[in-house]
């Protein structure tokens, strides 16, 4: 088993002890993708706006992780999404099924307290390719 870490300057700097994304191979390749936050990469400074806004750059910095490793959103198999407030759900969703809906991988939505920078979301999310 082979296990590298994924790295792009496309999608934001981790912002503690965590890589943006650990690819094992083995000889199929599974990627895990830490949580990804409404960060523009090249501002480096938080979406403002609606849940629309900020799940569109989460799901966005995802994406380019997705595309360092070789993946597609295709590839995802499953994905966990955390809400601040989740009566944001119905918007968010609406966001998430432009990207996912075709694919439609495994998912959990959940409502916590808080996250990271005061933001309204962060998805994680596991691939499986070749």
Known sequence: MKKSVI?????????GPYNQAILVENPDKLLVISGQIPINPESGEIV????????RQAIENLIAILEAAGATVDDVIKV??????????????EVYEEYFG???????VVEVSDLPK??????????AFE
Do not use: M
Not at 118 to 127: F, L, R
């Open 7 to 15: 790295f792009t300057e496309n999608a934001p700097k981790p912002i």
């Open 48 to 55: 403002k706006g609606d849940i629309r806004k900020q799940a």
């Open 80 to 93: 966990t999404v955390y809400l601040r407030d989740i009566k944001d759900f119905e918007e968010f969703n």
């Open 102 to 108: 075709h694919s439609k991988p495994a998912r959990a």
């Open 118 to 127: 005061g933001v309204k979301i962060e998805i994680e999310a596991i691939a």
